[in-house]
Every structure is written in structure tokens, then in C-alpha cells.
């Protein structure tokens, strides 16, 4: 079989920095000449209604997490989350995880934590922020909000200790400044993004002025892991939108969002077996 030919990026880490650099900078002059108007509104005060509310732990004690880079992790997003905490998205605005979080450099505050370079989990600065933008994601996907950029990784890291899977509860990813995640206020009325955290656990809310006639619910169907021919396991399964209508608790719309296929980065030994098809 022929050698798959190495990508620029991929040759070393050298030419792997000389590619970030370039990607960065091509994105700052996108958004030099771009039309996107971000929201600047901060409020202290939450606006009355809330759309949908997203939390859970950000540290896993599991035997393949460097338990330091967790604690790390939790910094880094505390951070990011006191940058954009309680914004106003108006009608028409858009939000830009990485306008509002900025650079994650040490100058800046941020630390050292897991980031996944080339389908690898190793350690860099700012690491564990994709924590972050998938909780946001998640709100997102349960409101009207238009999604203008959203990146996949892998959802298939270290098990939750309680083995418990929560379809969407990770994959999306973010790297300064290129891999961004966007939405844009597409309703008739402002939405506020709350962020905040209490010792080890992230908190997340949107919230709007008034009700609104639909709810939102993530589906998954047809969850299993896949052995496939390179000899590596693959978490497999669809992931929908329900649109409801609160009045009268029907579905009117289904939507495909994402067709998982993600490469399993934690020990295959704890697949559950039931799972492997």
C-alpha cells in the first residue's frame, strides 16, 4: 500500500506552528473585511425568561486524565467564561467564541490544559475550552439561534466514571483564532448568554425576553461503536433536532445535525460490549 504523503503541518512541529500562524492570520483578515456584527452589551441584571440552562462537571477523575491538567482545564474556562458572561445578542448580532475569549497565551492568563492537535490528545496552552463552546453549542441547538460556524472532533474521549452518555455533550472543537464557533441572533427579540462557575462545575444559561412558542430536544439515534478495517473503533450515530410546539406538545420538525463518526481516543477496553456492532 502506498505511504499516505505527510501534510506541511504534519511534518513537525515547527511546520505545524508556521501553519497556525497562517491560519490565524487569514482569519484576522477575514473578519477585518467581514460584515458580522458581534454584541458588545454586557448586563449585569438576566433577562426574565429563560430558553435553556446547561451544567455539569468539568474535572473527570478517570485513569487516563492528568488530573493536573483538569484543574488547569477548570481555570482556563472560568476565564473565558468572565469574558462573555451575561452578553446581549441582539437582533442581527452574532457571537464569536474567540472575539469575546481572545488569544489563549500565558500573558493572558491561560494555562496549560488538553487540546487535541492532529486526532492527538496532548498539552497545550488553553487547553479544555472546547468544553466550553460545546456546553454553549448545546444551548444553541435548544433555541432558535442561527448557527454560522460550528467544527467537529472527536466525542468519543475519556467515559464519564458514571458511564453515562449524553448525546452532543462533546465534539465541538475550537482553536484560536481559525476554528471558531459562531451564531447569530436571528430573532425579533435580544438573547443573553450567562457563563459562570462554581468550584469544579460549569454553569451556562440563555435567556430572552419573552416566551417563545417552541421548545427544542437533541435526539440520537442509532448510537454503537465500529471496528473498523485500520483496526481502530468509531462511536457511530445521528444526531437530530425536535422542534416543539409548546402548545400543543408535537413534533413539527426533525432535523439531521450531525452524522457522528468519531475515532475513539480512550482505552477500548472500556467500550461497553453491548455497544460494539
Known amino acids: 500500500m502506498k505511504k499516505k504523503k505527510k501534510l506541511f503541518c504534519e511534518i513537525s512541529p515547527f511546520t505545524y506552528a508556521i501553519s497556525l500562524q497562517k491560519e490565524i492570520f487569514k482569519r484576522h483578515i ?34 487516563d486524565a492528568d488530573l493536573q491538567l483538569q484543574i488547569n482545564k477548570v481555570k482556563n474556562i472560568e476565564l473565558a467564561c468572565s469574558r462573555m458572561d451575561r452578553l446581549i445578542i441582539h437582533p442581527g448580532e452574532s457571537f464569536s467564541f474567540w472575539h469575546y475569549v481572545g488569544k489563549t497565551s500565558k500573558r493572558n492568563g491561560f494555562t496549560e490544559g488538553r487540546v487535541i492537535v492532529n486526532g492527538k490528545l496532548i498539552s497545550g496552552t488553553g487547553g479544555g475550552l472546547c468544553n466550553l463552546a460545546n456546553t454553549i453549542n448545546r444551548l444553541v441547538m435548544e433555541s432558535p439561534l442561527t448557527i454560522t460556524e460550528i467544527h467537529h472532533h472527536s466525542d468519543a474521549l475519556s467515559p464519564d466514571p458514571d458511564n453515562v452518555h449524553i448525546p452532543y455533550s462533546a465534539g465541538t472543537s475550537v482553536n484560536y483564532n481559525f476554528i471558531d464557533y459562531r451564531f447569530r441572533n436571528d430573532t425579533d427579540q435580544p438573547v443573553q448568554l450567562c457563563t459562570w462557575c462554581e468550584g469544579e462545575v460549569l454553569n451556562t444559561e440563555l435567556r430572552s425576553t419573552k416566551e417563545l412558542p417552541y421548545c427544542y430536544r437533541i435526539v440520537e439515534e442509532g448510537h454503537h461503536f465500529h471496528k473498523e478495517e485500520n483496526g481502530k473503533f468509531y462511536r457511530i450515530s445521528k444526531i437530530y433536532r425536535e422542534t416543539i410546539d409548546k402548545a400543543t406538545g408535537e413534533v413539527i420538525n426533525k432535523e439531521l445535525k450531525w452524522e457522528n463518526h468519531s475515532k475513539v481516543m480512550f482505552d477500548y477496553s472500556l467500550i461497553p460490549k453491548e455497544q460494539i456492532r
Request: glycine letters at 8%; aromatic letters at 6%; proline letters at 6%.
Open 30 to 63: 477575514k473578519n477585518l473585511f467581514g460584515k458580522e456584527r458581534f454584541a458588545k452589551e454586557r448586563s449585569q441584571k438576566r433577562l426574565p425568561v429563560l430558553i435553556s440552562s446547561h451544567g455539569g462537571k468539568m474535572i473527570k477523575r478517570t485513569p
